[in-house]
C-alpha cells in the first residue's frame, strides 16, 4: 500500500442517510453457480428501486467484463475478486445505497474479508458504527444445481473442460452462520425476496412506510 497519501474527509454516513432517506447496507448473496443467487438478486433489485430505494446489483460474472477482467479463477485470483468486491460494495453502501453483491465466493475466509472490511472504521470520520453486512446463503442441493445448469458449465466441468469449477473440482465452504439461509430448491423467488426484505425489516434496516 502506497505511504504518501492522505485520506480527504466527505459527508458523514448519518447525513447521507438523512438527506437520502435511507440506509446503506450490503446484502452479499453466496452459493453454488445455478443455486439461483442472481436471479433472487435481480428480483430484490427490481423490488427495492420500485419501493423508491437506491439499490445496485454487483454480478459475479459482469465484474469480470471489466474491474476484474484481469483475474482469472485460482484460489489467489478468487480472493483478489471478492476482496475488490467488497471495497466496491463497501463504497456503495457508505453512499447510502443497499448494494447486491452476487457471487458464488466459495471461501469462509474470503467472505469473512468482506464483512471485516465493511465493519472497519474509515479515517477520519465521525461514523464509528460498522456498514451492515447481511450475509445470504442460496442453499441448494450440488445435484439440483447440476441439473439447472442454466449456463451449460457443470456439463462442461465434468467432461474436465473447466478446471477449478466450484462444487465439482474445487470447494464450496458452506457459510457457517449466515444472517439468512434461502433454500431456492424448496421456495419461490418471490418468497425469497418477502424473506430477505420481512429480516431487513426487523432488523430495522429497511423503511419502507414513506
Keep these: ?20 432517506k435511507q440506509r446503506g447496507l450490503t446484502l452479499w448473496f453466496t452459493g453454488l453457480s445455478g443455486s439461483g443467487k442472481s436471479t433472487i438478486a435481480t428480483a430484490l433489485e427490481q423490488h427495492l428501486l420500485h419501493l423508491g430505494l437506491a439499490a445496485y446489483l454487483l ?9 476484474n477482467k484481469d483475474l482469472g ?3 489467489r485470483d478468487r480472493s483478489e475478486n471478492i476482496r475488490r468486491i467488497g471495497e466496491v460494495a463497501k463504497l456503495f453502501a457508505d453512499s447510502s445505497t443497499i448494494a447486491l453483491a452476487s457471487f458464488i465466493s466459495p471461501y469462509r475466509a474470503d467472505r469473512a474479508l468482506a464483512r471485516d472490511l465493511h465493519a472497519a472504521p474509515i479515517p477520519n470520520s465521525p461514523d464509528h458504527t460498522p456498514i451492515p453486512f447481511i450475509e445470504i446463503y442460496v442453499s441448494t ?6 441439473a439447472r445448469d ?3 458449465l457443470y456439463k462442461k466441468a465434468r467432461a474436465g473442460e473447466i478446471p477449478q469449477f466450484t462444487g465439482i473440482s474445487a470447494p464450496y465452504e458452506e457459510p457457517e452462520n449466515p444472517e439468512l439461509r434461502i433454500e ?3 421456495v419461490s ?22
Design 1 to 20: 500500500m502506497a505511504t504518501n497519501i492522505t485520506w480527504h474527509p466527505s459527508l458523514s454516513r448519518t447525513e447521507r442517510n438523512d438527506l437520502r
Design 59 to 67: 454480478d459475479g460474472d459482469n465484474v469480470r467484463f471489466g474491474l
Design 73 to 75: 479463477f485460482s484460489e
Design 141 to 146: 442441493p450440488l445435484s439440483v444445481a447440476e
Design 150 to 152: 442454466p449456463k451449460g
Design 184 to 186: 431456492s430448491d424448496k
Design 189 to 210: 423467488v418471490e418468497e425469497a425476496v418477502r424473506q430477505i426484505v420481512g429480516y431487513l425489516q426487523g432488523k430495522g434496516l429497511l423503511d419502507i412506510s414513506k
